[in-house]
């Protein structure tokens, strides 16, 4: 492994435990584009989600990157990296683009109030992963469906078990204007735990019929890819099922699968898919 791809490795893994352990299962060339994806993704999402945010940091990455995709080598490995990866998979330079208008998104605007709004931001933050995947693999036109639906998924069972996370950063991603509820702070939950239960719930259901979406998709992933694909989707819809059982356990610990059950999932889907 290259220096490059070992800091995008690090910067993948730190960021993200259940995707960073399925795509393990991918085979060595395409997991080495993942990483690389990956850390892209991560450093931009880490300029905003620092607390005071690096705005400054932000609007550095993307001025770099805009050079680097004009031709530029900045010597940042994180984005010359990116530029050549996109280059070589034929990624849009649109999704690119509305990746960065999304994370530009979290230095400007703390509330999407609606759904709308929400799968506004959800676009650019999650569906264009899912294309920058599709490309990865290699998958015909007729997949992108399915990939933009599992990242909007995947990006909504997020805004779920993230909710206190959430809040300390002063963000609310849910619709919260499908709630009597103020806010999704743990003391105006506690006011009405009957109906902060309910729209957590209703929210679930909403994460769970993207899923199923995406998931009839997978038939057109190949095998050696839809292992780790699956195995993802897995780890999400078991942090799906513990949050419905108890909606206030995002208040008491961010709901992830330990890395043993992830390993256990991708084995089992290396002999069943």
Sequence with gaps: ????????????????????????FFPADVREDVYVLYGFVRVADNFVDSLPQDVAGFEGFVTRYRRAARGTVTGDEIIDSYVKLAERRNFDPDWTEAFLRSMRMDTEKAVHATLPESLEYIYGSAEVIGLFMARIMGLSVEAERGACMLGRAMQFINFIRDVDEDNRLGRTYLPISETSLANLTREEADRDPQEFRRFIRAQL????????????????????YRVPIKTAGDMYKWTGDQIL????????????????????SGLFNSLTC
């Design 205 to 224: 259901d909403r994460y769970l019929e993207w899923q199923v979406e995406a998931e009839k998709g997978y038939g057109l992933i190949p095998r050696r």
């Design 245 to 264: 059982q108890d909606p206030f356990i995002v208040y008491r610990r961010q709901v992830k699968p330990a890395r043993a059950r992830i390993v256990f």
């Design 1 to 24: 492994m290259t220096e490059a791809n070992s800091i995008h490795r690090e910067t993948f893994r730190n960021g993200s435990k259940t995707y960073f352990n399925s795509s393990r």
